[in-house]
């Protein structure tokens, strides 16, 4: 473990520990917002987060054989979109919803930070024959029975399907045609999920509204914010599984237009903003 500016034995680290396991200890969390500055915390969070996520390698690795997906039926992934990945800003009303694309046999869901573009065929859902067919006469997919192209939740949480009076935004514009030469895939390790989804959640508890992650492979000044990689890879393992790598690759050379995605083996793909820094203080590296 580091030693970090404040002491040897460091209090901050022993009230960390404690929230991480227990993110309801007020006690600890009262004892660190009234005796430190955000930068403090900001700066000591990173150092704890490093020593924390290489000591719970071990203990996914024991649990790696536990996991089930999350989401198992049609209407369990709408929801999850809904709630998780679609925009709730009220003056962007197309991208609150989830877009049924109709033409192309897709899924779509935005909130201009994170997009996820989901094949119809490809669905990982248990009730993907009773909710999705193949017209005879076309060769794409459509959603059986919801006729209109997006989806909503009302005041009860169910599922109202309404044609989208907004045009939906150019999606596939986002994505560039793919060339494996150009643009070099790199990876999370997927023991570290969870531990990440921890120090996130700490860093929230302490009203740190920006933690900044950095990827041995990210060019420049780019950085993820890691309340969007998390968001990312919640979504990732319930689609895919909790131990599955988050490959990622960078989709332009232009710092301030670079956008990291994953495309697994053709089938679904999924994309995050990064940010744009200007110096490397207080940044957690994920090079472990």
């Given at each position: 473990m580091?030693?970090?500016i404040l002491?040897?034995?460091n209090?901050?680290?022993?009230?960390?520990?404690?929230?991480?396991?227990?993110?309801?200890?007020r006690?600890?969390?009262?004892?660190?917002?009234?005796?430190?500055?955000?930068e403090?915390?900001?700066?000591e969070?990173?150092?704890?987060s490093?020593?924390?996520?290489i000591s719970?390698?071990?203990s996914?690795?024991e649990s790696?054989?536990?996991?089930?997906?999350?989401?198992s039926t049609?209407?369990d992934l709408?929801?999850?979109?809904l709630?998780?990945i679609?925009?709730?800003?009220?003056?962007?009303?197309?991208m609150?919803?989830?877009?049924?694309?109709?033409?192309?046999?897709?899924l779509?869901?935005?909130d201009?930070h994170?997009?996820?573009w989901?094949?119809?065929?490809?669905?990982?859902?248990?009730d993907?024959?009773?909710?999705?067919?193949?017209?005879?006469?076309e060769?794409y997919y459509?959603?059986?029975?919801y006729s209109?192209n997006?989806?909503?939740?009302?005041?009860?949480?169910d599922i109202v399907?309404e044609?989208?009076?907004?045009?939906?935004?150019d999606y596939?514009?986002?994505?560039?045609i793919p060339n494996?030469l150009?643009y070099?895939?790199?990876?999370?390790?997927?023991?570290l999920?969870?531990?990440?989804?921890?120090?996130?959640?700490?860093?929230?508890?302490?009203k740190?509204n920006?933690l900044?992650?950095k990827?041995?492979?990210?060019?420049?000044?780019?950085?993820?914010n890691?309340s969007?990689?998390?968001?990312?890879?919640?979504?990732?393992q319930?689609?895919y599984?909790n131990?599955?790598?988050?490959?990622l690759?960078r989709?332009?050379?232009?710092?301030?237009?670079?956008?990291?995605?994953?495309d697994?083996?053709?089938?679904?793909?999924?994309?995050?903003?990064?940010?744009?820094?200007?110096d490397e203080?207080?940044?957690?590296?994920l090079?472990l």
């Amino acid at each position: 473990m580091e030693t970090t500016i404040l002491t040897t034995v460091n209090p901050i680290f022993e009230a960390f520990e404690k929230l991480s396991k227990s993110l309801g200890d007020r006690k600890s969390l009262d004892y660190l917002m009234e005796n430190y500055d955000q930068e403090t915390l900001k700066k000591e969070l990173v150092y704890f987060s490093k020593s924390y996520l290489i000591s719970t390698v071990q203990s996914e690795i024991e649990s790696m054989n536990k996991y089930k997906r999350k989401l198992s039926t049609f209407e369990d992934l709408v929801k999850y979109l809904l709630k998780n990945i679609c925009s709730k800003d009220q003056l962007r009303p197309a991208m609150c919803k989830v877009y049924n694309d109709q033409k192309n046999g897709n899924l779509v869901a935005t909130d201009a930070h994170i997009l996820a573009w989901l094949p119809l065929q490809n669905l990982p859902i248990n009730d993907s024959l009773d909710n999705i067919c193949k017209e005879d006469s076309e060769d794409y997919y459509k959603i059986y029975s919801y006729s209109e192209n997006s989806f909503k939740l009302d005041k009860y949480g169910d599922i109202v399907n309404e044609d989208m009076d907004n045009r939906y935004p150019d999606y596939k514009a986002v994505f560039p045609i793919p060339n494996l030469l150009d643009y070099p895939y790199f990876s999370i390790n997927p023991y570290l999920f969870n531990g990440l989804k921890t120090i996130s959640k700490i860093a929230k508890k302490l009203k740190i509204n920006i933690l900044m992650v950095k990827l041995n492979c990210l060019e420049y000044n780019t950085y993820l914010n890691i309340s969007l990689l998390v968001r990312y890879i919640d979504l990732h393992q319930k689609l895919y599984g909790n131990y599955t790598f988050l490959a990622l690759t960078r989709n332009g050379y232009e710092e301030g237009k670079a956008l990291y995605n994953v495309d697994i083996c053709g089938k679904y793909k999924l994309l995050l903003m990064p940010c744009i820094k200007s110096d490397e203080e207080n940044i957690l590296d994920l090079d472990l």
